[in-house]
């Protein structure tokens, strides 16, 4: 089923607000946001302050002395004073009852971020109030230009502006400019307020407010956020109103008050919080929701929640908290815009708590379970959930034996419970512990570390129906010994006439024994294959989850070799290698009958990896491994990146995996996304996702993006898929989104809608 979407983002609000970081960028001539742009203010008089604390001065070619203390300045007067400077043809400067200057003509009153241009103006020096009459004025740190029939400043805090106009474009090209009836400026608050303001595009009246809220500086203020507009054949037409709320400098929230003309009105909002524990220790909340209390295309409420709670009570305390539920199978397929939401099939909610009671002791408690959201999967096949796991371990020195040895003994345990809402699965509690006696002997050149551990496991399981339960041993045991010895080298090499690039050199032998037990009478609750990596082979286990321990008799040798630029900081090439090589068969299995572990006599996958920053703007990676067995590239994975001047993207990617059995097909997938300028002012977007088995598009996005001097758009659009799994058994079926996405950017005002394109391209950058 293929069903349209189409999401528009708005330009302006009534009552808008941008939150920190979101107000007027910092003016760049030359580059960033403003390089298309030209010199900004080029015909203001050239301005260099006052030091602070420099006694004020007067100027002018003539100066005329009348009554009551007036001064009558002309031909190039200026009245200068630390902060503030005024310059006109003629000045008039009265001292007394208070000091006000008066001016006619070309008058001009400049400070360090700020300059006024008026026909007509008058400033009282002592209590900083003034009038300024037919006014231009320019803000350098907003790139902000504009007019005023009236400027009024209260004191060097408040201004306000009558029948103004405000934009970031020339003054000679205003491609997009505001103009209001009245505008206050409160720089002791930081906020801005318009009243009756119209937005002109191109000299036409595109949007109208009776009144925004705005900032003039950084700090955080309630108000209304950019509002977001969107068609959808799910929802119809959509409208979104954020409000930022303010609460207190350690909280805040975004409510915002949805309208699908379809679907119904529902409510997304997000609060944070941070909270201190004691004078040093803090935590952090957040939390997320979408409620939609009727929705008139599915029936009955729709609604998102996520949790995410965080924080050290104290230094030996902390916790973490992470929920994440959706009211349906189908939440995600309807509402998200992304490939990634629309094909999860589990969302995990956990809670960690993590101890130090002393004696270097580490205590931990842990629950977690899963929503699963694909229905495609029986309630068979949902994950287990721990309710809960408690662990514990710790590592305790037993002092020097002899001259150079001072071993240590490590502790590990762990108590959990499984659970499944399944009446099929078997269930129970599994207790595990390890102690592991290791010495480690090193140098600057050698590491020794020889290791003998004692991993014992035990089983009690429920009682009960389930057809799978006569196979399992209801009180299974397990004691393993396993044996290592890890040795490594350490080489080192400087090259070039400075000692610019470094070589360091690391060959690494790893040798492991583990006996065999028979383990099938055990389930399978947490345990699955490794994905293999360097450091992996380099491991006890070649399990994850405590439910199986491979028997090993191998010897693991790797070589990783890298060069460092000990100038630019970077890796012109990174090598290594590691292959383990059995000396006896490994018998041990996921489940009886399952060949896929089972590893034979003689050596055993080669993995490579490869990276480099090949160039300044080049960089990749290679990972591969080779089945010496089958004789075949069992995965890989490549990458090349781009980053260029001029906003220049380009990221390339292959992987490939050969599965291991009818359960676990191959996969062999790519993507490609880029942003290129296509000249100054133009670029194009793009990417695609390729499932090369399915021989179909999983995801792509094409688009282009216009550039000017003060805004930019970009529209694009977009394809995924949005049923569960996707790239297994796709076929002509798969259900498809398609959407288009558009971004809008009046600069100096923030962008709308910006997030889409930074998920799809990586390292994009609007």
Not at 306 to 313: C, K, L, P, T, W
Request: aromatic share 12%.
């Amino acid at each position: 089923m293929l069903s349209g979407k189409t999401r528009l983002a708005g330009a302006v609000a009534t009552g808008l607000t941008v939150m920190t970081g979101g107000s007027f960028p910092a003016h760049a001539d030359a580059q960033g946001p403003f390089a298309l742009c030209p010199a900004f203010g080029t015909e203001r008089p050239d301005y260099t302050p006052l030091q602070v604390g420099a006694p004020g001065r007067a100027a002018a070619d003539r100066a005329s002395y009348g009554r009551d203390g007036v001064i009558t300045l002309s031909g190039g007067a200026v009245v200068e004073e630390p902060g503030r400077r005024i310059l006109g043809d003629t000045l008039i400067y009265r001292q007394s009852p208070q000091a006000v200057v008066t001016g006619e003509g070309s008058l001009w009153l400049q400070t360090d971020d700020m300059s006024v241009q008026a026909e007509r103006g008058e400033l009282n020096l002592d209590t900083d109030a003034g009038r300024l009459e037919r006014a231009r004025y320019w803000i350098d740190s907003r790139h902000l230009s504009g007019v005023a029939g009236t400027i009024l400043q209260e004191d060097r805090q408040h201004y306000r502006l009558e029948q103004a106009t405000f934009s970031t474009c020339p003054a000679e090209k205003r491609d997009w400019e505001f103009r209001a009836r009245e505008v206050d400026l409160n720089r002791e608050t930081g906020r801005g307020e318009a009243w009756h303001t119209t937005l002109r595009a191109g000299g036409v009246p595109v949007f109208y407010a009776p009144y925004i809220n705005f900032p003039i500086d950084d700090r955080r203020q309630s108000g209304f956020l950019y509002p977001t507009f969107g068609n959808s054949t799910e929802g119809g037409f959509e409208y979104a109103q954020p409000y930022y709320w303010n609460i207190a400098p350690n909280m805040d929230a975004t409510l915002t008050p949805s309208l699908y003309t379809k679907r119904g009105l529902g409510l997304a909002g997000q609060a944070r919080w941070l909270h201190q524990f004691g004078e040093r220790d803090r935590g952090r909340d957040q939390v997320d929701f979408f409620y939609l209390p009727d929705d008139r295309v599915d029936g009955g409420s729709r609604w998102s929640l996520g949790v995410d709670s965080s924080g050290r009570i104290n230094p030996d305390l902390d916790y973490r908290v992470d929920i994440n539920r959706v009211s349906d199978d189908r939440f995600f397929q309807d509402f998200s815009t992304n490939l990634e939401q629309s094909t999860a099939s589990h969302l995990r909610s956990d809670l960690r708590i993590n101890a130090r009671p002393g004696g270097g002791w580490n205590l931990g408690l842990q629950a977690q379970r899963y929503q699963t959201i694909n229905p495609d999967l029986t309630e068979y096949q949902h994950p287990y959930r721990i309710m809960p796991r408690l662990t514990a371990s710790n590592r305790f020195g037993l002092g020097q034996w002899g001259e150079h040895l001072a071993p240590s003994l490590g502790v590990r345990a762990d108590v959990t419970r499984f659970a499944h809402p399944s009446d099929e699965r078997i269930v129970g509690d599994r207790a595990h512990a390890a102690l592991t006696l290791g010495q480690s002997f090193s140098d600057t050149w050698y590491r020794l570390r020889p290791e003998v551990t004692l991993d014992a496991t035990s089983y009690h399981l429920d009682e009960q129906m389930a057809p799978t339960a006569d196979q399992y041993d209801t009180g299974a045991t397990r004691s393993v010994p396993i044996s290592s010895v890890d040795g490594s080298l350490f080489f080192e090499r400087a090259y070039g006439e400075t000692g610019r690039y470094r070589a360091l050199l690391e060959p690494r032998m790893y040798y492991l024994y583990v006996p065999y037990r028979d383990q099938d009478d055990i389930p399978l609750f947490d345990t699955g294959l490794t994905t293999l990596s360097y450091s992996e082979l380099f491991r006890p286990n070649r399990y994850s989850g405590g439910d199986r321990v491979a028997d090993e008799n191998a010897l693991t040798s790797g070589l990783s070799w890298s060069l460092l630029d000990t100038h630019r900081g970077t890796v012109p090439l990174s090598l290594r290698v590691a292959q383990r090589y059995r000396f006896e068969d490994s018998e041990t299995t996921l489940r009886p009958g399952h060949t896929a572990s089972y590893e034979e006599q003689g050596g055993s996958t080669v993995l490579a990896e490869v990276y480099s920053d090949v160039t300044q703007h080049w960089s990749g990676s290679f990972t591969a491994e080779y089945d010496t067995d089958r004789e075949e590239l069992a995965r890989s994975q490549a990458r090349l990146g781009y980053r260029g001047e001029n906003n220049r993207l380009l990221n390339l990617s292959y992987f490939t995996r050969v599965g291991l059995d009818e359960t676990d097909p191959d996969y062999r997938q790519g993507d490609v996304s880029f942003a290129w300028p296509l000249s100054r002012r133009w670029s194009m977007l793009g990417r695609v996702g390729y499932d090369f088995d399915a021989e179909q598009v999983v995801q792509s996005l094409l688009g282009v993006g216009y550039e000017s001097c003060c805004w930019a758009a970009r529209l694009a659009l977009k394809r995924y898929i949005v049923r569960p799994e996707a790239g297994v058994d796709l076929g002509e079926d798969a259900e498809y989104s398609n959407a288009i996405v558009f971004q809008i950017e009046l600069k100096g005002l923030g962008g709308i809608g910006g997030g889409q394109f930074r998920d799809d391209i990586l390292g994009f950058r609007p």
